[in-house]
């Protein structure tokens, strides 16, 4: 199980330093959400379930969607066809179909075996986290709760001001 | 049980982390300075869940779970104002905005 941690360590490491020397941004965006993957591995490795569904679940499924949907925006118009042709080609997402492959042959490893390998050999639960995001944490809670609705507001009243520009332009 | 070491986990977090705080600091697109950052958060959130489970506390990942809300709300107006820069200047480098109009 020791093996696994630190093969995930290996792939996250790999895909990062990938990430930030990729001349394309949607390369990037894919080895970064590989990276993503491997950091979900190394938590499912150490014994923390509940945040290796919650990096996968949150950081890899909407942030990373997010940073979709943004790149998509700024290259709309005839050009952006071709382009999507380009990036079907399979050396656009070879290496990080590889990486992610190495990912799912360790998961399903581990899943078949059924031990975690925990560094000191016993996994913190979700209903532990979750009792303590609720106990003693629950000020926390609220306080995130509004940093998020004040994101959400900034993000409006920003985008507010594009979809106006937008409409103009068109 | 064969036990992960912490210092392992804590190499691989800074390893993460300067990787990070190197794609800040070398490029010059906004988008990847956005990435970047998002890197270095979630290398300091491995950190705290490496930390949580040598204690086997659980606060480990209650902290991890507040950086994810953070990141989550840093991005959504980064990102907004990504997209009011390309408007304005038509352009993601961040070294032609620092210009003063004069």
């Known amino acids: ?170 | 049980m064969a036990t992960i070491p912490v210092e392992a986990g804590f190499i691989v977090a800074g390893l993460l982390f300067l990787t990070g705080l190197v794609g800040v600091l070398v490029r010059r697109n906004i988008i990847y300075i956005l990435l970047a950052i998002e890197i270095m958060l979630n290398a300091a959130g491995l950190a705290f869940v490496v930390a949580g489970a040598h204690w086997q506390q659980p606060d480990g990942q209650v902290m991890y779970f507040f950086v994810l809300t953070m990141a989550a709300a840093e991005v959504a107006v980064g990102l907004s104002l990504v997209l009011q820069m390309y408007h304005k200047f038509n352009t993601l480098d961040a070294n032609l905005i620092n210009r003063m109009r004069g």
């Open chain 1, 1 to 170: 199980m020791t093996a696994i941690f630190y093969i995930s360590a290996a792939v996250a490491v790999i895909a990062t330093s990938l990430t930030i020397t990729r001349a394309n941004i949607v390369h990037s965006l894919l080895y970064f959400i590989c990276s993503l993957l491997a950091t979900g591995v190394m938590f499912f490795a150490l014994g923390a379930t509940f945040v290796a569904a919650l990096v996968v679940i949150i950081n890899a499924g909407a942030i990373m969607v997010l940073f979709v949907f943004v790149i998509m925006m700024l290259n709309v118009g005839p050009q952006s066809a071709d382009q999507e042709k380009a990036r079907l080609r399979p050396h656009v997402w070879i290496g990080p179909g590889l990486l992610s492959l190495l990912l799912l042959v360790e998961l399903v490893y581990s899943l078949v075996r059924y031990d975690t390998g925990v560094t000191s050999g016993q996994t913190v639960g979700p209903q532990q986290v979750g009792t303590a995001l609720f106990g003693p944490y629950l000020l926390a809670v609220e306080l995130a709760s509004m940093l998020l609705l004040a994101g959400l507001l900034g993000a409006y009243h920003l985008g507010q001001g594009v979809m106006k520009i937008t409409g103009r332009k068109s």
